[in-house]
């Protein structure tokens, strides 16, 4: 076994964990899920099937991935931050097959802070911070500083974190990496490579 799991953790037969992985105490993965290498998943974390885990994943405590569920590399999944995959729940109606479940895809890079809730059927793209306690009703762009209920874009953030300031400027420097950005709409911006 190439990755570390917790002895108080479940991994069902056929889950597929890349190397150096770490799953703390009382997690579950199940048979068809697939996580990347150098990733942690903290306690209380549950991998449901069909979900895809990116390399380099940081997954904190509390936090269920379920089916429909993909997290490219380097995505954030702060503390009891909460994914849904089902638009409509219903007890009396049961929908529980994989043609009832909306995908949700998080895109590399993206960080997604504690306790915020991702309603399923959106994408968050690279590098999108997701603010704590945030609800995301929709699509989130690239660079997108996101937050409330529901959640708006509130700013833009550099690759490394820091908050833009374009002062309205179509350019921005973030402070912190040296990193330029121009925006380019009101809803979009880009890094110069």
Request: with cysteine; charged share 15%; glycine share 10%.
């Amino acid at each position: 076994m190439s990755y570390f799991a917790h002895e108080s953790a479940y991994i069902d037969d056929g889950a597929q964990i890349g190397d150096n992985t770490k799953i703390w105490h009382f997690c579950h993965v199940m048979s068809s899920a697939v996580i990347g290498t150098g990733c942690s998943l903290g306690q209380n974390v549950f991998v449901a099937n069909q979900v895809r885990v990116g390399n380099h994943v940081k997954i904190q405590n509390n936090v269920s991935l379920y089916e429909g569920v993909i997290l490219e590399d380097y995505v954030f999944c702060g503390p009891s931050m909460v994914f849904t995959n089902v638009k409509t729940p219903r007890s009396a109606f049961p929908r529980n097959t994989s043609a009832d479940y909306a995908p949700t895809l998080v895109k590399h890079g993206a960080s997604i802070g504690a306790n915020a809730t991702v309603v399923c059927g959106v994408t968050i793209h690279e590098w999108a911070f997701i603010a704590a306690g945030a609800v995301v009703t929709k699509d989130v762009p690239a660079y997108a500083l996101m937050a409330g209920v529901p959640g708006r874009i509130m700013g833009w953030v550099c690759e490394c974190g820091a908050t833009l300031a374009f002062n309205g400027d179509p350019w921005a420097i973030c402070s912190e990496c040296g990193k330029k950005y121009e925006k380019t709409s009101s809803d979009s911006i880009r890094r110069e490579e």
